[in-house]
């Protein structure tokens, strides 16, 4: 966590000094004030302001060399008397100085007057050179610094940058030391969170294990009672079971008795029936063939007698008056009818 924090306040302390570095070598945030009747030097410094003068001085001096343009046009056009007349325009307090430094004006008139100018064409040559003299110095003061003004903020520069650097490296200082601080309370923030976590799930732990413990016990418990109960449902579903068709298989043995005894008396019955039409018919057969048998032998025995018997009987007739005779034919005649 240390590490994390410390690492964060490099970095953010990196982007800081990185962010100083580009705002220093940056040209434009540094640009010298060269119009110091406008800003004075020592003034804080503002860009934005800064490049609103500099686009209206721009625009201001365009405007200027275009009236310049158009009073020269003016000048050698009419050839008065009357001089030259330029727009006014912003000046710094030693700038008339520093033209005259560069020019002398009366020396150069009267150079051009022994030249062969007259006196009116030598002061419009001489307008004319004071302004573009001045349009020059008016472009050197813009365009160009001071010395002294760039000694000055170069001094402010080195200034400021040794204020940076101390600065930076203070709060650098003081950033690793609240980080140190504040890693330390970390430390000993988490210490406290992890022993207490510790403890919590030690603690939570040992009430789970007691719970499922019990939870065992009780899950056992329960089983039990249940197994008890089943066996006893079951033992009570087998006997209730058992009672149930053993009576059903008595009923249904008695009934099957019955209807055996009822079937057998029934078949006796029947078989009595029918041996008893089978001996009436027997009887009644037999008594059909006795009778016909009967019949049969009396027509025979007529035939018999009307051929055989007849004479035969008229030889008998004397010996009828003999037992003896008359038992013998009986026996033959009832012999015959047997045998047929």
Known sequence: MQEQTGSQNKLTTGENITNAIIEINNANNFKF?????????????????????????????????????????????????????????????????????????????????????????????????????????????????????????????????????????????????????????????????????????QLNDDTIKIELSQFKHENNLRQRNLEMKNTDLNNRIISELMSGLRSNIEQFRWELTRAGIFAIMFIAVLLLSAWRSITNKNKAQKKENEVKSTTVGRQNMSELYTKQIAPVQERTDEYIKDPTIESVTNYTITREDGGR
């Open 33 to 201: 004030l060269r119009l110091p009747m406008v800003i004075r030097k020592h003034d804080l410094f503002n860009i934005e302001q800064f490049e609103r003068q500099q686009a209206e001085k721009q625009e201001q001096y365009r405007r200027q060399q275009r009236s310049g343009n158009e009073n020269k046009d003016e000048s050698y056009a009419s050839d008065t008397s009357t001089p030259v007349r330029s727009v006014e325009k912003p000046r710094r307090k030693d700038e008339r100085v520093t033209v005259e430094s560069f020019l002398d004006t009366d020396s150069i008139v009267n150079d051009l007057k022994a030249g062969g100018f007259t006196n009116r064409q030598s002061e419009i040559v001489m307008n004319l050179v004071k302004e573009s003299t001045k349009t020059k110095m008016y472009w050197v003061h813009t365009e160009m610094a001071p010395k002294v003004d760039i000694e000055n903020n170069n001094y402010l520069f080195k200034a400021a940058r040794n204020e940076l650097e101390v600065e930076v490296t203070n709060s650098r200082e003081i950033a690793l030391m609240d980080l140190q601080n504040s890693s330390i309370l970390l430390k000993r923030l988490i210490n406290g969170l992890f022993d207490e976590m510790s403890t919590k799930i």
